[in-house]
């Protein structure tokens, strides 16, 4: 039985920054939050919390009604490229969803239901976009194919920054999100430039944890000491980054 949960527990977080990332990141931006951005993101939500809201895109991944959504939590790029020299996917990416979501909640001519799911994607991608694993290579699907042991158990590149450090850390969102660094400079102007900025610099993380591993190492205590100070770091850039972005569109 253990081993039946723990195989569906790793078949679940394929592909997801877990949800637990997810969740701290949008409650950092919580904190940041004009009071009426607040108001009419609660209007929008009809109630529902960022936090709540910041899973919705992985949720829907099983409803194959929603398949053509699938491209849009990822880039694949060459580790040597920036964004602007890429070809970009006609199935789009997270890059061309962000800016997708921002088009339909600036226009007037939206439906509610349609502002409440594009508000709740771009929480998510938000989020994707900071887990620099979400912008990999195309042949090992963001290191989804870069197997390597956790604590010696199977795993991969992938699911080690999405998940595995974050639950190693064994903190609950809302601690995590209260326990993170004191932000050197609070991001209070967003302009939509900045998104490609974004990805490239979060690409450049990307580059150094190719880097530092190889198929087949088995990572544990050391791995996660000198990491997850840098989870840490990209959940309050992250969730600084989706309060500026918030507060730009609602305030
Ligand atoms: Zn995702």
Redesign the pocket.
Known sequence: MRLIIIYLIGTLSF???GSTG?RALAEVASFYLTENAKKKINEILDGETIVTASTY??DI?SDSRYDEYYNW??INMELDEDYEDTVPSEKGDVFIAINKCLDILESDSVTDSEKSFYLKLLI??I??LHQPM?IGRYEDRGGNRVYVKWFGRNSNLHRVWDSEMINGYNMSYSELAKNLPTPEKLEIEFERDDVIGWVNEIHSYTRNIYKDVSSGDNLGYEYQYKNFPTVKDLILKGGLRLAALLNYLFD
């Open positions: 592909l997801n920054w997810h895109a992985d991944k939590h990822f998510h991608f989020g994707d979400h």
